[in-house]
């Protein structure tokens, strides 16, 4: 099945938000329901959604400010769907937005989250720090970050 990828509509936000609940590393964290519900339906991030067959397949969440600007808060994928490249398009295209305005993308995994790990490791990611026992007791958030280079110097794209 083919997909495509494009801002989330408002009437695909819960199905957003579904995926992430229903799915580790969100159920290890904890993050119920109306806690995803609120990642996803909070105005300051951008979400963008993996549609095929009229159906919301994956979806990525992204802060474009605050002190991490190019954070990547959350990126999820059906489970029936996972392993044949949505995440890596969804990671895709949530890089280049992110480096048009940005040199750094920004994210944290889980300690526990190893396929997810291996992923973000063989797209070029580099963990950067680590926040021990920072949702739950006993596992650790990893903080990653993949570059083109540093903030000085840095010219954003020209708006088209
Ligand atoms: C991580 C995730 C978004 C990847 O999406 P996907 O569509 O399955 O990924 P792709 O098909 O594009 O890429 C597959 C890669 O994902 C990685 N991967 C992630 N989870 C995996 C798992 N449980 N088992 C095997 N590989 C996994 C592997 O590196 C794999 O690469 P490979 O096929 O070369 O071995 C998806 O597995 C998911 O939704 N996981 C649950 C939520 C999650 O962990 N999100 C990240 C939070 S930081």
Request: hydrophobic letters at 40%; glycine letters at 12%.
């Amino acid at each position: 099945m083919g997909f495509d990828i494009r801002p989330a509509a408002d009437g695909e936000l819960d199905a957003c938000a579904r995926l992430m609940s229903g799915s580790e590393p969100w159920r290890t964290l904890r993050l119920g329901p109306e806690a995803c519900l609120a990642v996803v339906k909070d105005p300051a991030r951008e979400k963008y959604v993996a549609v095929g067959s009229d159906r919301v397949l994956g979806a990525i969440v992204l802060a474009m400010g605050g002190p991490f600007k190019g954070y990547v808060q959350a990126v999820v994928v059906d489970p029936g769907q996972r392993g044949r490249g949505v995440g890596r398009a969804l990671l895709a295209a949530a890089e280049e937005r992110i480096f048009r305005d940005t040199p750094n993308v920004f994210l944290c995994v889980s300690s526990f989250n190893t396929g997810a790990r291996r992923l973000y490791e063989a797209l070029g990611y580099r963990q950067v720090g680590e926040i021990p026992d920072y949702v739950v007791p006993g596992h650790s958030e990893l903080l990653l970050r993949k570059s083109i280079g540093p903030l000085s110097g840095f010219r954003s794209a020209p708006l088209s």
